[in-house]
Nanobody, 127 residues
Framework: QVHLVESGGGLAQAGGSLRLSCDASGRTFSNYAMGWFRQAPGKEREFIASITWNGFTRRYTDSAKGRFTISRDNARNTVYLQMTSLKPEDTAVYYC????????????????????WGQGIQVTVSS
């Protein structure tokens, strides 16, 4: 079992920045690829970014490219999502997720691939 807890959300103005963190516990963090998703009211959960167990490969959805950066610190059991140039349409509940992925250089992107999820954290961007 992997327990994931997101932090760092809140209110930001359009054009501003936020950094989300996701702290993992329970299993060896470096055995997992990690991802960030978001879900706006009335919409399906959508992929934002993912990163392989070693950080060598990162994948982004088109709306995140150039604005968001996913990174991880295996010594701290933490994955981050640095968000810049925020837009009101970025408003959503953001979730981190983990996929068992030992020595695999594939960065997953489908919600069905992930084994564990955090409880989510609200990000609100005002115009």
């Amino acid at each position: 079992q992997v327990h994931l807890v997101e932090s760092g959300g809140g209110l930001a103005q359009a054009g501003g920045s936020l950094r989300l963190s996701c702290d993992a516990s329970g299993r060896t963090f470096s055995n997992y690829a990690m991802g960030w998703f978001r879900q706006a009211p009335g919409k399906e959960r959508e992929f934002i970014a993912s990163i392989t167990w070693n950080g060598f490969t990162r994948r982004y959805t088109d709306s995140a490219k150039g604005r968001f950066t996913i990174s991880r610190d295996n010594a701290r059991n933490t994955v981050y999502l640095q968000m810049t140039s925020l837009k009101p349409e970025d408003t959503a509940v953001y979730y981190c997720a983990a996929k068992a992925s030992i020595l695999n250089n594939y960065a997953p992107l489908d919600v069905r691939e992930f084994n564990y999820w955090g409880q989510g954290i609200q990000v609100t961007v005002s115009s």
